[in-house]
């Protein structure tokens, strides 16, 4: 049975998520920071299927060495189930805030938790995934669009807007998922951005202030229910042969900003490297040789 | 440029240190929590490329406070700047508090930080100027009912920086007092400053600007700094209506946000 580890499973898109691919027969192991939500999680989707195969894992993904710890509870967790091999990591958990709050490392919030969090635990999930030729899929946005990376103040210190920093996390799990296809085409990892749409979740209403909270409100109800974007990760993960393409949305490819180049992908891993201390292989130049041919 | 920073695993000592990080000052940090520490130490040295040195210390233990000084002392560390931020907040009615926990808050925001204060200062850099700031807070400008042991603390440290500074004057030193209405660094001061509404929302300062600001204008020269103009009004009104009047619109006010607080937890 193949395995697949969800982050932010415990409510939301990656909720629906996790239950689909547990009734498609996926062995899914999520990932939440509320004990409470998990056991509330797991209860609904064994409710409707008794025989899912689902197991929670407790982590602030907001926090480095809660990623690190949970990466090697996770590991363990895949030599004993499944010959240490992953089929899929879905990188979902995200957030918005209204406010500039830091996390353990001094990093604001949005970027380290939408973008690091989930850099950091791919890098430590990569040799399972390379087991398996696994699918990295990012939960990312529209509003990726119409903005660049902050390159000289990529926590927005200076000037902080709430919606800037949560675009901007935005772009940057495109451009990871960019840089991640430029550097493992040879290992036959393969990366993917899903565009859930506008989705009826509570996201806008956690840790905000009463103004993004009333707008968020009033958004949400035009959104769709979180089973609709559910079904494009499933896709992503069902097809025998690998899907190509980059950015997806209800199951179809789509266009995606032109701040999303190779140069700005390598710029970020850079940057990222640094912040999280790890050093992806450096298998780029060689996999741009063998595209290149 | 060295810089102390004691509280500097929280949110507001975090804030400061990514800004003076961020102006390749070099940092010693201290703080209870040891895991904080080594977590903002990684994230400083990560972003800027400044020398930070860590040390976790319970301030109000003073064999703990020699201990740090101690080391201080063996590598010859030398200071320009103490950012006093170690702090409690703590809300409610006096009489229904747990008694320790209220001589805490003074035995933290008063004694502990007279003591590294004093001890800093004798380790500042020889001919070199000084600059020291206190986090006082906006509530240090009124008598504040359910809130009274922590404000009557934070006026300590409002007129104590105003008299230190004028005795340091000569020795070049400034002193500042940084006095914030609320800031959002927790879910806990988020819940509470959502509690209070309105008011809330009006008196709270984006923790960035706070952090810069203090930093400018500590380096300035200044003694004291109220972040944002509706905070500065509330400090002026405080100053000229009469304080048994302020003290029962504190009083009404609190009561309200705090029933909707303690029911909301
Ligand atoms: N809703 C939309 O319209 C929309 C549109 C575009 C993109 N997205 C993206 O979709 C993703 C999922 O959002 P959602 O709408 O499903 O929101 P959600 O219901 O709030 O789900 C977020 C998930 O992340 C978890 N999480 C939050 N902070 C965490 C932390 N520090 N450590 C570990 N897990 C944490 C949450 O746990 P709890 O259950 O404990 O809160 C929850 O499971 C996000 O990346 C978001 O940016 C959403």
Redesign the pocket.
């Known amino acids: 049975m193949k395995t697949i580890v969800i982050?932010?499973?415990?409510?939301?898109?990656?909720?629906e998520t996790a239950r689909i691919l547990t009734r498609k027969g996926f062995n899914v192991l999520g990932?939440?920071?509320?004990e409470v939500?998990?056991n509330r999680?797991k209860g609904s989707i064994l409710s409707e299927n008794p025989d899912a195969d689902i197991t929670y894992f407790l982590?602030?993904?907001?926090?480095q060495r809660?990623v690190i710890r949970v990466a090697d509870e996770i590991t363990l967790c895949l030599n004993q189930k499944s010959n240490g091999k992953l089929h899929a990591l879905i990188n979902?958990?995200?957030?918005?805030r209204s406010w500039y709050m830091t996390t353990e490392e001094g990093y604001e919030q949005q970027f380290a938790?939408?973008h690091l969090?989930g850099f950091l635990l791919t890098y430590k999930l990569l040799p399972a995934l390379k087991k398996a030729h696994g699918r990295v899929i990012m939960?990312?946005?529209?509003?990726h669009k119409g903005i660049r990376v902050h390159w000289d103040d990529v926590m927005l210190r200076r000037r902080y807007n709430p919606l800037t920093a949560?675009k901007q996390?935005?772009l940057c799990n495109l451009l990871f998922a960019k840089g991640l296809n430029d550097r493992y085409a040879t290992a036959a990892i393969r990366a993917y951005v899903v565009?859930?749409?506008?989705?009826?979740?509570?996201?806008?209403n956690?840790e905000t202030g009463w103004l993004v909270n009333f707008i968020w409100t009033l958004r949400?109800r035009g959104?769709v229910q979180?089973e609709v974007p559910a079904e494009t990760y499933a896709f992503l993960c069902e097809r025998e042969t690998v899907p190509d393409g980059l950015y997806y949305y209800l199951c179809k490819k789509k266009n995606y900003s032109k701040q999303v180049t190779s140069e700005n992908a390598d710029r970020l891993f850079k940057l990222s490297e640094r912040l999280c201390g790890i050093e992806y292989e450096n298998e780029i130049a060689h996999d741009r040789k063998v595209r290149a041919k | 440029m060295n810089v102390m920073i004691t509280g500097a695993a929280g949110g507001l000592g975090r804030a400061l240190a990514n800004e003076c990080g961020s102006r390749g000052f070099n940092l010693f940090l201290t703080d209870v929590n040891e895991d904080g520490l080594l977590s903002i130490k990684l994230g400083l040295e990560r972003q800027f490329n400044v020398t930070v040195t860590t040390k976790s210390c319970d301030l109000t233990n003073a064999e703990s406070v020699d201990k740090m000084l101690a080391i201080i002392d063996k590598y010859g560390i030398r200071f320009d700047m103490l950012l006093n931020i170690a702090g409690l907040d703590f809300e409610g009615e006096f009489i229904g508090r747990d008694r320790e926990k209220l001589v805490k808050i003074v035995m933290l925001n008063n004694a502990a930080t007279l003591r590294i204060t004093h001890a800093i200062i004798k380790r500042r850099r020889p001919g070199k100027h000084f600059t020291i700031v206190f986090v006082s807070s906006l509530a240090s400008m009124f008598p504040m009912p359910l809130k009274a042991t922590y404000a009557a603390s934070k006026r300590f440290l409002l007129d104590f920086a105003a008299s230190l500074r004028q005795e340091l004057k000569k020795e070049d030193v400034n002193v500042l007092a940084l006095c914030p209405g609320g800031m959002v660094t927790t879910q806990e001061t988020l819940c509470s400053i959502k509690a209070q509404g309105f008011w809330g929302n009006v008196t709270t300062n984006p923790l960035e600007d706070v952090a810069r600001n203090t930093i400018d204008r500590a380096l300035a020269g200044r003694s004291i700094y109220v972040p944002g103009i509706p905070n500065r009004l509330l400090s002026f009104f405080g100053k000229i209506m009469p304080r048994s009047w302020v003290a029962a619109v504190v009083y009404w006010r609190w009561n309200n946000a705090q029933s909707k607080w303690l029911n909301h937890n």
């Open positions: 982050t932010g499973a415990s409510s939301g898109i990656g909720l990932i939440g920071h509320s939500n998990c999680a982590a602030d993904l907001m926090q809660e979902n958990a995200g957030c918005v938790l939408n969090a939960t990312g946005s529209e509003s949560y996390s935005k565009d859930p749409g506008l989705v009826k979740t509570g996201i806008g956690k949400k959104g979180p």
